[in-house]
């Protein structure tokens, strides 16, 4: 059964940083592409970074410089460390891998200005 459980969110100000962790569990983690996404209110889910098994990342545009994915496979966990953080990163944060269709429940982020 596949687990994804998001931690790490909370209220910070504006240019502050946060670290999101995802602990994942049945799945072959060291071999799975991971990805994090985010859904703002009102607006669709979008992916903000994703991590293929061998450690290569790409990110979207809007957090390109701030964000920085990492994964620790003997863990099983996929990170994504915040800074400089922005209004417009408000939403709730999710881990996914390509491979199975599931969700976690998310961690929520909410950035003051």
């Known amino acids: 059964q596949v687990q994804l459980v998001e931690s790490g969110g909370g209220l910070v100000q504006a240019g502050g940083s946060l670290r999101l962790s995802c602990a994942a569990s049945g799945i072959i983690f060291s071999i799975s592409a991971m990805g994090w996404y985010r859904q703002a209110p009102g607006k669709q889910r979008e992916l903000v970074a994703a991590?293929?098994?061998?450690?290569?990342?790409n990110y979207a545009d809007s957090v390109k410089g701030r964000f920085t994915i990492s994964r620790d496979n003997a863990k099983n966990t996929v990170y994504l460390q915040m800074n400089s953080l922005k209004p417009e990163d408000t939403a709730v944060y999710y881990c996914?891998?390509?491979?199975?269709?599931?969700w976690g429940q998310g961690t929520k982020v909410t950035v003051s200005s």
């Open positions: 996914k891998t390509p491979h199975y269709n599931f």
């Open positions: 991590i293929t098994s061998s450690g290569g990342a």
